[in-house]
């Protein structure tokens, strides 16, 4: 595999604020620089900041590289100079092949042109051939579902026509490397499935892309590799589920384990106390990401204080929108006695291929069931999460579908089937 | 500053692979990106290789130009009809400028095709950096091919008033002589003159908005330092010189040379005209190039 994309120390450097001349007109500007000869300040430091700072990365033959940061970044600058759209500051890159964007849709499109017209037009401003259009315009056509309306000029078209028609265009274009930067994000749901299942060919046929979203999932799904951006420089970089690990962990703040040292702080009652919860996979270890073909493990450590009641061990498992997943208790016998004071260790393990994907976070209680009512003695609500994803190998519920399955679970079952 | 080099391609791919050989490509495309130089030169290959999308540019504009109008093409004709027509009557009749020899109304339409192949070309070329903020801010190309199809554009409408102007000299019996063969140089100085100040325009448009106001104040002053209502043999030696020093000058005197067979132009002014127009390019390009990188993050 060949280095394709090989970036370092890219910088860029904007001004802001004082600079004001950049957008207006020639009289302020000049008054601005009169002001500034007269006050005897020639070198007025305008106020700047690093947009990026010192990035370096490579990406290879056939490899998606995922990009991720918080807003602000500089995940966008980095795709400008890559696009070559700005130029950076400092540093260098290079490339090899030709670079297309995805930066945004129907980039070029003019409302009074007809459909037609505009496949040339705008694929001519993406990159392509004359020839490589013509060769592709009936499948463009196909793929955007506009065919009626072809000679039609686009300004009379609906916005989801004209969205379908710019991406037909945009997903026909067939560079070497592809810049993509959130388009996943608009569209409706069966845009946003056919532009992920789009990206996954793309990927899967030996192309190169860069990714860049605030979609972590479509990010895990897609991305070998991926980088953390955050203000400007490259603070993690590597296996795509430890960078979104990592990342999940610094934003929302929430990871795989929390402890508490301190047993009178710790939440719960005279009777039992938290010592620590954690998110853990087959081996025992804490993870913040998930297979969803491996099982989890919900591991609840407590400490029971004094002797007397019942009590049994409990957690929820939430979507990423807060919808409760489940709620699981253990059952077994050995909970109806009376708990003897000392220190437990409990784990639900979640099968392997029950969990949809997405980011799951987690309750964990130690109750006591008064039936129909349970009495909580130790609770921490949202003390965990992890980040479920799926690889799309085919062996998951998944199978070779790459689009969007909804629910709060997605078992992998058992299919009979019988021939009459 | 950003470049391509384009190496030479393998040896041709056997027949067994791939119809789209990405190796191939790769190995022809290598692109580096660097930060903005100061002296950026002109890459001629990367142009070449951008040539498609110049001509789509084009035939955008075209396509676009008189759409939703009812008369269409023929505003090429109406327009430059009207200023002849007012020239006619009012530098003409009345305030009687000279002419030369030839008729009033065929000289004047001549001129004012010349002419208003540059001011259409100028107005049209220095806007049209900041008319497609979408693109510029969006992908990339190189930049110059905005202001080059809009000096190209005014080609067509140029031609199509020619017809009349053809229809006109017919109508005066002023046939031109073997002059005519060089006549599309004066249009070539007029494109090259026209590009060279909408270079420098196109780029300070996207810092100053103040251009478009600007230029059509110049436009009003511009004919009657460029000899479009009256013969430039009309004026004192001296003047011509002066005059001369605007390229549009030579453009407008010279075509009416050329297609009318007017007055031969005085050499030694024709090349200071051509002087200046070269100069004017070289600068305007020169400041075009060295403000392409923030055009970007300006705009």
Avoid at chain 2, 40 to 59: A, H, K, S
Avoid at chain 2, 207 to 214: F, N, Q
Avoid at chain 2, 250 to 263: C, D, E, K, N, Y
Wanted: aromatic share 10%; proline share 7%.
């Amino acid at each position: 595999m060949t280095v394709v994309v090989a970036a370092e120390g890219l910088s860029k450097r904007y001004r802001i604020g004082q600079h004001k001349a950049a957008y207006g007109t020639l009289r302020d500007s000049v008054v601005h620089q009169v002001r500034r000869f007269r006050s005897g300040h020639l070198h007025e430091p305008a106020e700047e900041i690093w947009a990026i700072k010192d990035v370096s990365f490579e990406a290879r033959d056939g490899e998606v590289l995922g990009v991720i940061g918080p807003n602000g970044a500089g995940k966008s600058t980095l795709l400008k100079i890559l696009t070559r759209i700005t130029t950076p500051t400092a540093g260098r890159a290079e490339i090899r092949g030709r670079v297309g964007s995805l930066l945004e849709v129907g980039t070029g499109f003019h409302p009074e042109l007809t459909g037609r017209e505009n496949i040339y037009l705008n694929g001519s401003i993406l990159g392509m051939k004359r020839s490589e259009i013509s060769r592709n315009f009936d499948a463009i056509v196909d793929f955007s579902g506009v065919a009626k309306f072809i000679d039609t000029p686009v300004k009379r078209y609906s916005s989801g026509m004209f969205v379908r028609l710019a991406f037909s265009v945009a997903a026909h274009f067939e560079p070497e490397i592809m810049i993509v930067d959130e388009v996943l994000a608009v569209g409706d749901a069966d845009f946003q499935r056919r532009s992920m299942g789009r990206m996954e060919s793309i990927g899967d046929s030996g192309r190169t892309v860069i990714f860049v979203s605030h979609n972590l999932q479509g990010i895990l799904q897609l991305c070998d590799r991926a980088i953390l951006l955050e203000k400007g420089h490259v603070v993690r970089s590597g296996a795509t589920p430890d960078v979104v690990a990592y990342y999940e962990q610094q934003t929302i703040g929430m990871g795989p384990e929390v402890a508490w040292t301190d047993p009178a702080t710790a939440p719960g009652d005279e009777l039992v106390r938290l010592e620590s919860v954690r998110i853990v996979d087959e081996d025992g270890s804490s993870t913040s990401t998930a297979d969803v073909r491996r099982p989890l493990g919900i591991e609840i450590a407590f400490c029971v204080l004094a002797d007397g009641r019942p009590i049994v061990p409990k957690a929820r498992v939430l979507d990423q929108h807060g919808a409760i997943c489940f709620n699981v208790m253990d059952v077994s016998s050995r909970w109806h006695e009376p708990t003897p004071p000392g220190e437990y260790v409990a784990t639900a393990w979640i099968p392997p291929n029950l969990l949809n994907e997405g980011r799951i976070s987690v309750d964990v209680d130690v109750v006591t069931v008064a039936s129909p009512k349970l009495i909580p003695h130790a609770s921490a609500y949202q003390a965990v999460a992890c980040h479920v994803y799926d690889t799309g190998e085919g062996d998951s519920a998944r199978g070779l579908f790459s689009g969007q399955l909804r629910g709060a679970v997605r078992p992998l079952l058992d299919w009979t089937l019988e021939e009459r | 500053m950003t470049e391509t080099k384009v190496k030479p391609p393998r040896a041709p791919a056997p027949e067994t692979s791939p119809p789209r050989s990405t190796e191939l490509d790769r190995a022809r495309y290598v692109t580096v990106i660097r930060p903005a130089t100061q002296m950026p030169r002109i890459d001629l290959r990367e142009l070449w290789r951008y040539r498609e999308l110049l001509g789509i540019f084009v035939w955008r504009d075209l396509k676009v130009r008189y759409k939703q109008t009812v008369i269409g093409g023929a505003w090429a004709i109406f327009q430059p009809a009207l200023t002849a027509l007012v020239y006619t009557l009012v530098f003409g009749r009345f305030a009687k400028f000279p002419s030369g020899r030839l008729p009033y109304p065929v000289f004047a339409f001549a001129g004012v095709l010349a002419w208003q192949y540059f001011s259409a070309s100028l107005n049209i070329a220095s806007a049209s950096i900041v008319g497609n903020v979408p693109l510029v801010t969006k992908v990339y190309f190189p930049r110059l091919l905005l202001p080059l199809a809009g000096v190209v554009v005014p080609l067509i409408d140029l031609c199509l008033a020619g017809f009349v102007l053809v229809a006109m000299m017919a109508w005066y019996s002023t046939w031109p002589g073997a002059a005519v063969l060089v006549a599309p140089f004066f249009i070539l100085l007029a494109l090259v003159a026209a590009l060279g100040a909408a270079l420098a325009l196109s780029a300070l448009n996207t810092r100053y908005r103040d251009v478009p106001y600007a230029i059509p104040a110049f436009m009003q002053v511009l004919p009657f330092l460029s000899a479009v209502p009256f013969a430039l043999d009309g004026v004192p030696l001296r003047w011509q010189w002066v005059l001369s020093i605007n390229p549009m000058t030579a453009v407008v005197s010279g075509w009416r040379w050329a297609v009318l067979g007017g007055p031969q132009p005085i050499l030694g002014q024709l090349g200071l005209s051509v002087g200046v127009a070269i100069l004017v390019f070289i600068g305007g390009l020169a400041y075009f190039r060295r403000s392409e990188p923030r055009f970007a993050d300006t705009i």
